[in-house]
């Protein structure tokens, strides 16, 4: 099973500054099939990148993701307020599927 | 518009076995290549992919659970099933159910979820 690996748990940062968030696959990610969500509390997972890439319908350009292989990264480029939310990653690629354990990005 | 709903028991007892229905619209699993999944979350801690079943009706499961887990379909009903043996309490959680669309992939829409809580 492949394990991914999302570090540092916890970002701490302002609003309009930039989010870099990592994950690290345990072995290849299959076609990049890599995802990531959005979830805020009380709230389900929201879809904003699949493909490793591509934006989800209605998810804003502030939203990007890159990376294949082993190691992807969601970036969100200027952080709204509505952003402060614990964000995970997916890959689809192969069974089982797994999630990394998150990245809360906090107000600082 | 696809919607999927949870539905189940709040609580169980440890040992008893859970069953959960989601009920969805706005799409048919008889389409080639929609699925719907279960993931689960456990009160503050991260997402767990549990189990997942296509349109062709093939099944896939989580390595660590697969002993006691068992998805199915009714397409006339729109409805996916999942069963839970011998609960116990570390699988208090919320269960989610979610549609993959073979075009995304991912899992692009979620239900709400609903809460388990397995106690005496």
């Known amino acids: 099973e492949i394990v991914l690996t999302q570090s540092p748990g916890t970002l701490s940062l302002s609003p309009g500054e930039r989010a870099t968030l990592p994950c690290r696959a345990s072995?290849?990610?299959?076609?990049?099939?890599l995802a990531w969500y959005q979830q805020k509390p009380g709230q389900a997972p929201r879809l904003l990148i699949y493909?490793?890439?591509t934006r989800a319908t209605g998810i804003p350009d502030r939203f990007s993701g890159s990376g294949s292989g082993t190691d992807f990264t969601l970036t969100i480029s200027r952080l709204e307020p509505e952003d402060f939310a614990v964000y995970f990653c997916?890959?689809?690629?192969?069974?089982?599927?797994?999630f990394g354990q998150g990245t809360k990005v906090e107000i600082k | 518009q696809v919607t999927l709903r949870e539905s189940g028991p709040a609580v169980v007892k440890p040992t008893q076995t859970l069953t959960l229905t989601c009920s969805f619209s706005?799409?048919?699993?008889?389409?080639?290549?929609?699925?719907v999944t279960w993931v689960r979350q456990p009160p503050g801690k991260a997402l767990e992919w549990l189990a997942l079943?296509?349109?062709?009706?093939?099944?896939h499961y989580t390595t660590s659970l697969e002993t006691r887990l068992t998805i199915s379909k009714d397409t006339a009903k729109n409805q996916v099933v999942l069963t839970m043996t011998n609960m116990d309490p570390g699988d208090t959680a919320t269960y989610y159910c979610?549609?993959?669309?073979?075009?995304?992939?991912?899992?692009?829409?979620w239900g709400q979820g609903t809460m388990v809580t397995v106690s005496s």
């Open positions: 979610a549609r993959m669309d073979g075009s995304v992939g991912a899992f692009d829409i």
């Open positions: 706005g799409f048919s699993l008889n389409t080639p290549a929609m699925c």
């Open positions: 079943i296509d349109w062709d009706g093939d099944k």
């Open positions: 072995q290849s990610v299959s076609v990049n099939y």
């Open positions: 493909g490793a890439s």
């Open positions: 997916h890959q689809y690629g192969s069974s089982p599927q797994t």
